[in-house]
């Protein structure tokens, strides 16, 4: 099975699979768009921080749910490796837990096509998984793909932005795990 079938499988059968806002940092305002926009956690946190919202999913499903949900924002159906939009369309690119799922091809193609599509001082914010994420033994015999980042391999692929901040964020959780991640915002 594709990719594109095994998320489609997953938001069909759980329109709620992530719920509520997710914190990102808000550094400008303007037009956003995020990256494997999903049923639109980070889509909702964007417009209520008051930008114009573009999502991009190569899920059908997901992609459909977003129109129902956020009836004054635009979606496409679209591989974040291929973006489909004008060059400097964009003030701020999200990536919240999309960039797990790209091989390195993948991945230096999605970061060719977010400097293509931001404007000139436009930002872009990363949130990936580590192997430390309680999470990441679960996911090894899952039949969707993920790989596992740091500090380091997640600066190395955008070089060619400004570091504005960048690190591992853990949190406890109440069944004494850990949610490990790396975030980073990048400024071009």
């Not at 550094?27 to 921080?49: M, Q």
């Not at 003030?91 to 293509?116: F, N, Q, W």
């Not at 404007?119 to 309680?134: A, K, L």
């Amino acid at each position: 099975m594709r990719q594109e079938e095994l998320w489609d499988d997953l938001y069909s059968g759980n329109p709620a699979t992530w719920r509520g806002n997710t914190v990102i940092p808000v550094p400008n305002s303007g037009d956003a768009l995020d990256l494997g926009c999903g049923n639109g956690k980070t889509i909702s946190t964007l417009i209520d921080s008051g930008y114009n919202v573009t999502g991009v999913d190569f899920s059908h499903v997901a992609v459909e749910q977003c129109r129902e949900r956020f009836k004054d924002s635009r979606f496409v159906v679209s591989s974040i490796c291929e973006l489909p939009f004008q060059d400097e369309s964009f003030d701020y690119v999200t990536a919240v837990h999309v960039l797990e799922h790209l091989d390195d091809d993948s991945l230096a193609k999605t970061v060719k096509g977010i400097g293509r599509v931001l404007r000139p001082s436009g930002y872009v914010f990363i949130r990936s998984f580590t192997e430390n994420d309680m999470r990441s033994k679960k996911r090894a015999d899952s039949d969707i793909f993920y790989r596992f980042y740091d500090v380091g391999t997640i600066l190395n692929a955008f070089s060619a932005f400004e570091v504005i901040s960048a690190g591992i964020k853990e949190d406890k959780t109440r069944f004494n795990t850990i949610r490990s991640r790396v975030e980073a915002l990048l400024k071009l």
